[in-house]
């Protein structure tokens, strides 16, 4: 079970809901930490004070703003508990929308919302099926870790879930990208659907979404822990320029069906068409060839 991260109460008009705050995910990596070469010893990070230069422990230690080198204003944690606002004990919903009106580079981590108590059970009960029903996502607002922040609450198997959102100004103008100004035919577009056609899923189960990278870093520490040798690792394919984007589109779409088992002869690819222009010259060059030898047989 994981921990309680927050407690508060989802606040819906007049309708309270008292809730706790669990966290929706868990961090699988393999960690690492630091140590001397020489003799393995652990490399740890003491935290000392600049002025009287000796190591401090964790209650001599607060908050602080600076305002300038020589002006620093202490904040203590519970000032940041006690903070003159209405979202500071509450995910207070201020509006509800559709999912698709969100940008997802806005929506943030996840977490699961618990009732917290037996009164709790039937407005959250309520608050899930209203959700449901209207196919529409909820946005809060709420004050963690000494800031106000933005939320999106939607339902997952029954389960109100909390992601965080940034603020409107946290997400950067997309004109700091410069992109490119090259043009692609229909037929090109035609044959990139064709691909995203033949690696269409319905789920994301299957070995493709498996952490490789942690599994071989697992490998490589039993290898070492037993003095075995180390895997070898695959060699890495080489891509190959590319001169025709019709034919790697084609070859591309062919690849991906052959990975799952299906007939690799591609038939939705888009022909390439031939330019209407090549095609006029090409029939006004037999109109002049038809004329020409008319007047040559009339000559003779």
Known sequence: MP???WSGAITFGLVTVPIAVLSATENHSIQFHQYHLADMGRVRTRKVCELEDREITQSEISKGYELSKTQVIPISDAELSELPLPTAK??????????????PIRIGNGYYLQPAQPVAAKPYKLLVKALGRSSKVAIAKYAWSGRERLGLLRIRDDVIVLHAMRWPDEVRDPAVVDPPHEKVSDEEIEGALALMESMSRDDLDGPEFEDAYTDALAKIIESKREDKPLPQAPEPEQPGKVLDLMAAL????????????????VHEMPEKKTPKKQTAKKTAAKKTTKQTAARRSRSA
Do not use: Y
Request: aromatic residues 4%; glycine residues 4%; negative net charge.
């Open 250 to 265: 084609t070859e591309s779409v062919q690849q991906a069906k052959a990975s799952r088992g299906e007939d690799a002869d």
């Open 3 to 5: 921990r309680t991260i």
């Open 90 to 103: 509450a995910i207070e919903i201020v509006a509800f929308v559709p999912l698709d009106s969100i940008d």
